[in-house]
């Protein structure tokens, strides 16, 4: 059974930083393309960051590009988010999600994502 599993969440001020891991089982996580998304309160889910397979390509959203980096460690099945610079409009729910292929034009929409988490909350404080 395909899972993915997000934590580091949490509290922090703005200017901070935080890191967000997921950890994926289930699947073979070398042949996904990964991504982070977040969803705030009365707001559509949006694309946060995405990388491929291989981790050759990465894309991020103009809001986080600068201060977010993603990584993907195939060795431990594992995705992070290193997330600097914090602002409270970065305040939301992050999933971590999997899609078998992507591209730059199709990277940030959720509907092409196979396997989604619970989720971790990020609120940074002003």
């Known amino acids: 059974q395909a899972q993915v599993m997000e934590s580091g969440g949490g509290l922090v001020q703005e200017g901070g930083s935080l890191r967000l891991s997921c950890v994926a089982s289930?699947?073979?996580?070398?042949?996904?393309?990964m991504a982070w998304f977040r969803q705030a309160p009365g707001k559509e889910r949006e694309g946060v960051s995405c990388v491929s397979w291989n981790g050759g390509n990465t894309y991020y959203s103009d809001s986080v590009k600068g201060r977010f980096t993603i990584a993907k460690d195939n060795a431990r099945n594992t995705l992070y988010l290193q997330m600097s610079t914090l602002e409270p409009e970065d305040t939301a729910m992050y999933y971590c999600?999997?899609?078998?292929?992507?591209?730059?034009?199709?990277?940030?929409?959720?509907?092409?994502?196979?396997?989604w988490g619970q989720g971790t909350q990020v609120t940074v404080s002003s």
């Open positions: 289930g699947f073979t996580f070398d042949d996904y393309a």
């Open positions: 999600a999997a899609a078998f292929w992507i591209n730059s034009a199709t990277w940030s929409e959720p509907n092409n994502f196979r396997y």
